[in-house]
């Protein structure tokens, strides 16, 4: 079983950075496809980037294409979101989740809050 916790959120001004990392624990993390989501207040919770088992193919929302970046360091057990040009939009507490192959998201972290104001 993999565990994960997520870190980096904050508040930022429109047009800043942020990296977010999930560690995971767990000598498993190889084994899982990886993916951030996003949920803003009053908003259904959206998939914002995921990344496969070798970090080779990645996949973005169209709102994000461009400006964010996930990434995967196996060796340290996590998965990073590299988050530029934010826009107040991107405001939204954003998860990292685990899934099995063949299977759906299944292990979730608690969430890191994200403030973008204008």
Aim: proline letters at 2%; hydrophobic letters at 35%.
């Amino acid at each position: 079983q993999v565990q994960l916790v997520e870190s980096g959120g904050g508040l930022v001004q429109a047009g800043d950075s942020l990296r977010l990392s999930c560690a995971a624990s767990g000598r498993t993390f190889s084994n899982y496809i990886m993916g951030w989501f996003r949920q803003a207040p009053g908003k259904e919770r959206e998939v914002v980037a995921t990344i496969n088992i070798s970090g080779r193919i990645t996949s973005y929302a169209d709102s994000v294409k461009g400006r964010f970046t996930i990434s995967r360091d196996n060796a340290k057990n996590t998965v990073y979101l590299q988050m530029n040009s934010l826009k107040p939009d991107d405001t939204a507490v954003y998860y990292c989740a685990a899934r099995g192959l063949g299977r759906s998201y299944e292990l979730w972290g608690q969430g890191t809050q994200v403030t973008v104001s204008s």
